[in-house]
């Protein structure tokens, strides 16, 4: 049974950071891309960022770019995403994802999900 475990958010005021993980198991960690996503209340779900299947290859929004980091640790199964610089609309529930191709920014390509960790930013 393959599970995605995020941990890491919080309550945290603007202009700070926070790291979010995500630990994985039952599936080969190192076969898979792994991507954050957040949804925001009455908000449809948008990418934030992911990384290759190796690390080799990073991928971010816009919105988030030269702000957020993400990265990961093969043999911890462990995906991580360093969020610095928060802004009050980067609030959202943040949810990893696993996914057996190369289309990153396609929530509908990921195979599996996290449960989601709340991320929010005050003012």
């Known amino acids: 049974q393959v599970q995605l475990v995020e941990s890491g958010g919080g309550l945290v005021q603007a202009g700070g950071s926070l790291r979010l993980s995500c630990a994985a198991s039952g599936l080969t960690f190192g076969n898979y891309a792994l991507g954050w996503f957040r949804q925001a209340p009455g908000k449809e779900r948008e990418f934030v960022a992911a990384i290759s299947r190796g690390g080799g290859g990073t991928y971010y929004a816009d919105s988030v770019k030269g702000r957020f980091t993400i990265s990961r640790d093969n043999a911890e199964n462990t995906v991580y995403l360093q969020m610095n610089s928060l802004k009050p609309e980067d609030t959202a529930a943040y949810y990893c994802?696993?996914?057996?191709?190369?289309?990153?920014?396609?929530?509908?390509?990921?195979?599996?999900w996290g449960q989601g960790t709340q991320v929010t930013v005050s003012s």
């Open positions: 994802a696993a996914t057996s191709t190369t289309y990153y920014y396609r929530s509908y390509e990921y195979n599996y």
